[in-house]
C-alpha cells in the first residue's frame, strides 16, 4: 500500500484558471496509478486535496494562493436562522444512499441544473460521458445522496467517506424549486449527518475571497481554512 511520503506527484503545464478571469493556473495531481487507500486519501484530503473524478488534485499555482481549502466543524456546527428556515422547509424530503451510477432519471436533473447554473462555464453542455467521468468513476467511498419529494428527486449530492469526515465532491438541484434552497438543504444535511456519526468535519473544496459564487461557503460556522499548512479557524 502506498504512504504518503511514497506518493508521487504531478503538476500541470499552466492553464487558464477557471475561477480568475485573465489568471493562469497549475494543477498538482496525485499519481493515478498509484495504490490510494482510504487512510491516505483521508490524509491527503487534511491537507488541502480533493477529487473529480479518478483524480485527486490541488492548486499548485506558484504566485497565487487564492483558493483555500475549507471544512465545516460539523461537531461545533450551530445552524443560522435563516439556515433553520430552510431545514424545516425540507423535512417533507425522503433521503437515501446509493452507489454512484448514471440513470436517465439523474442525467435529466444534471443536465437541468448545468444548463440553468453553469451555461457560460466549461461543463456546458452536459453529457453523459462527462457525468460518468465527473460523478460516476472515482472511489469506493463515494456515493450518491439523493432527496426526493415524493417520487421526485429535487437534489443529488455526491460525497466521499473519510476516516475523519465526508467530503462533498459536487451537488446538483432541481433549479425550478429555487424556495427550497435546496443546494444550502443539502450542506446542512451532510453536516448534520457528519455530526451523528462522529465525524468532525466536512470538506467544502476551496473557497476563493475574490469569487462571489463561492461566498456562500462563509456562511458554515464554525469553518476552517488551510493556511499554511494548518487549519485555522475562519473569523466571523
Known amino acids: 500500500m502506498t504512504s504518503l511520503s511514497e506518493l508521487r506527484f504531478f503538476a500541470t503545464p499552466a492553464h487558464d484558471c477557471s475561477y480568475l478571469e485573465g489568471r493562469e493556473a497549475i494543477t498538482l495531481f496525485a499519481d493515478p496509478l498509484a495504490n490510494i487507500d482510504k ?22 499555482c506558484q504566485s497565487c494562493s487564492a483558493c483555500i481549502p475549507v471544512r465545516v466543524q460539523a461537531d461545533r456546527f450551530v445552524m443560522s436562522r ?10 417533507d424530503l ?13 442525467f435529466s436533473l444534471y443536465d437541468r441544473y448545468i444548463d440553468d447554473r453553469h451555461r457560460n462555464g466549461d ?12 460523478l460516476v ?10 432527496f426526493r419529494a415524493g417520487s421526485r428527486l429535487v437534489a443529488v449530492a455526491v460525497i466521499d467517506e473519510l ?50 459564487k463561492m461566498n456562500y461557503k462563509m456562511d458554515y ?7 499554511n499548512n494548518r487549519w ?3 473569523e466571523p
Open 163 to 212: 476516516d475523519h469526515g465526508l467530503s462533498a465532491i459536487y451537488t446538483f438541484f432541481d433549479p425550478a424549486l429555487a424556495r427550497r434552497s435546496l443546494g444550502v438543504f443539502a450542506i446542512l444535511w451532510l453536516v448534520d449527518r457528519a455530526a451523528r456519526q462522529k465525524l468532525s468535519h466536512v470538506y467544502l473544496g476551496y473557497w476563493i475571497k475574490q469569487c462571489q
Open 39 to 60: 487512510r491516505l486519501y483521508s490524509s491527503l484530503s487534511a491537507v488541502g486535496f480533493r477529487r473529480s473524478g479518478t483524480h485527486i488534485y490541488r492548486p499548485y
Open 94 to 106: 425522503t433521503v437515501t444512499l446509493s452507489p454512484p451510477q448514471l440513470t436517465d432519471e439523474l
Open 123 to 134: 461543463m456546458y453542455p452536459a453529457s453523459r460521458e462527462q457525468f460518468e467521468s465527473f
Open 232 to 234: 485555522i479557524e475562519a
Open 221 to 227: 460556522r464554525p469553518i476552517e481554512m488551510f493556511v
Open 137 to 146: 468513476e472515482g472511489r469506493p467511498e463515494a456515493c450518491f445522496v439523493e
Open 82 to 91: 435563516s439556515q433553520r428556515r430552510v431545514w424545516r422547509r425540507n423535512q
